[in-house]
Structure formats: structure tokens, C-alpha cells
């Protein structure tokens, strides 16, 4: 079973109507690499913190040299670093405007049985879990055209020869289903 393309109130569409147009406020406009300077503002960022994982002490070290050597090569001396600190190039990704998700936490730990001699560590330590909220995850993801048809968005429940159930993407999942079933069943009572 699959559901029927809607619209944003889950009015149901057309199979052969044309896309909604798309907001262009919301993305961002080619050659605009907003919250950063420039496209190697972007990609001196993303070497710094997401390839090479570099900690904030290293990252202020990379930014004292990079201003040394610009004021070397510079006459008048006022040329600085991309990002003045790590601090600077934190607030630069945290500002990226696609993903305005929140991080929550809980903590968690071991609650079955501890021996009395000599526990392993991990079961007396206390763990912190964060995490995103799926469902604002996966609307960042839907309103992200970077993603237009680049994967299925309806929801399924697919079954083989044997009537069981397979189970191949997060849309062939029960929590998928259940939101689209859960909605549709609103928009219907709703219009009774």
C-alpha cells in the first residue's frame, strides 16, 4: 500500500498535476555560501571541523599562524584569518541556516543487576545521550532542495510471497506509516 501525494493541509493532489513552486526565500541562492564568506570559507570550515576534527586549542593555533602569515605578506598589516578562533568558527556552523533542529538530552545508565565485587565500568557510569529530534530532522530534509528526488518520500508497507513484511528504507517503516495513516485519518474525519 502507498499513500497519495497531498498537499500542506493533506489535501490530496493529482498524480499528474505539476509541483507546488517552491519558496525560494528558503534556500539559498547560487553562489551564496551565507553564513560564510566565500565558498573556501565554507570549505576551510568544513576541512577544519568535520575532516580533520580538529580541537578548539589546534584550531586557535591554525588561525594565529594563517594572521602571522597574512601580516607578513600584507603592507598594511590589517589582513586577518578567515576565523579569528574556534569560537568564531563554531558560531559560522552553528548559524548554517538549513538544519534548525535543537539538540535535547537525557541521561541514561545500566539498571539490571551489578555484581557486588568488582562491577565493569560501565555499568555504574552515567551517560549522557544527546540527540535531534527525528521529526525536525526529516522535515529539514523534505524542505531541503538538495534532496528533491533524491529518494523516496512515501510512506509503504511492502510484503513478499511469504506475507512478511520486508523491510528495506525508513519509509517501510511502522513510524513512517503511522504518521501518514495518522494524518490522512485526521484530514478525512475532519472533512466528514
Same mark, same amino acid.
Given at each position: 500500500m502507498e499513500g497519495m501525494?497531498?498537499?500542506?493541509e493533506g489535501n490530496d493532489i493529482a498524480t499528474d498535476a505539476p509541483p507546488v513552486p517552491f519558496d525560494s526565500d528558503k534556500t539559498s541562492r547560487a553562489g551564496d555560501w551565507s553564513p560564510f564568506a566565500s565558498r573556501p570559507h565554507f570549505e576551510l570550515a568544513d576541512f577544519i571541523y568535520r575532516q580533520s576534527e580538529l580541537s578548539g586549542a589546534k584550531?586557535? $593555533?591554525?588561525?594565529?599562524? =594563517?594572521?602571522?602569515?597574512?601580516?607578513?605578506? $600584507? $603592507?598594511n598589516k590589517s *589582513?586577518?584569518?578567515?576565523?579569528? $578562533?574556534?569560537?568564531?568558527?563554531?558560531?559560522?556552523?552553528?548559524?548554517?541556516? #538549513?538544519?534548525?533542529?535543537? =539538540? #535535547?538530552?537525557?541521561?541514561?545508565?545500566?539498571?539490571?543487576?551489578?555484581?557486588?565485587?568488582?562491577?565493569?565500568? =560501565?555499568?555504574v557510569r552515567e551517560y549522557d545521550v544527546w540527540f535531534w529530534d527525528p521529526q525536525q530532522v526529516l522535515r529539514n530534509q523534505l524542505s531541503n532542495q538538495d534532496f528533491n528526488q533524491r529518494f523516496d518520500y512515501v510512506p509503504k508497507q511492502v510484503f513478499g510471497e511469504d506475507d512478511k513484511r520486508i523491510w528495506s528504507d525508513f519509509m517501510s517503516?511502522?513510524?513512517? =506509516?503511522?504518521?501518514?495513516?495518522?494524518? *490522512? #485519518?485526521?484530514?478525512?474525519?475532519? *472533512?466528514?
Amino acid at each position: 500500500m502507498e499513500g497519495m501525494p497531498c498537499d500542506a493541509e493533506g489535501n490530496d493532489i493529482a498524480t499528474d498535476a505539476p509541483p507546488v513552486p517552491f519558496d525560494s526565500d528558503k534556500t539559498s541562492r547560487a553562489g551564496d555560501w551565507s553564513p560564510f564568506a566565500s565558498r573556501p570559507h565554507f570549505e576551510l570550515a568544513d576541512f577544519i571541523y568535520r575532516q580533520s576534527e580538529l580541537s578548539g586549542a589546534k584550531i586557535d $593555533d591554525l588561525m594565529q599562524i =594563517w594572521a602571522a602569515m597574512q601580516a607578513e605578506n $600584507d $603592507d598594511n598589516k590589517s *589582513s586577518s584569518p578567515p576565523f579569528p $578562533d574556534h569560537n568564531s568558527l563554531y558560531k559560522a556552523i552553528d548559524s548554517i541556516p #538549513h538544519g534548525e533542529s535543537r =539538540w #535535547h538530552s537525557f541521561k541514561a545508565s545500566y539498571s539490571g543487576v551489578i555484581p557486588d565485587k568488582d562491577p565493569p565500568p =560501565w555499568m555504574v557510569r552515567e551517560y549522557d545521550v544527546w540527540f535531534w529530534d527525528p521529526q525536525q530532522v526529516l522535515r529539514n530534509q523534505l524542505s531541503n532542495q538538495d534532496f528533491n528526488q533524491r529518494f523516496d518520500y512515501v510512506p509503504k508497507q511492502v510484503f513478499g510471497e511469504d506475507d512478511k513484511r520486508i523491510w528495506s528504507d525508513f519509509m517501510s517503516g511502522n513510524w513512517a =506509516w503511522q504518521q501518514a495513516v495518522c494524518l *490522512s #485519518h485526521v484530514a478525512y474525519s475532519a *472533512s466528514e
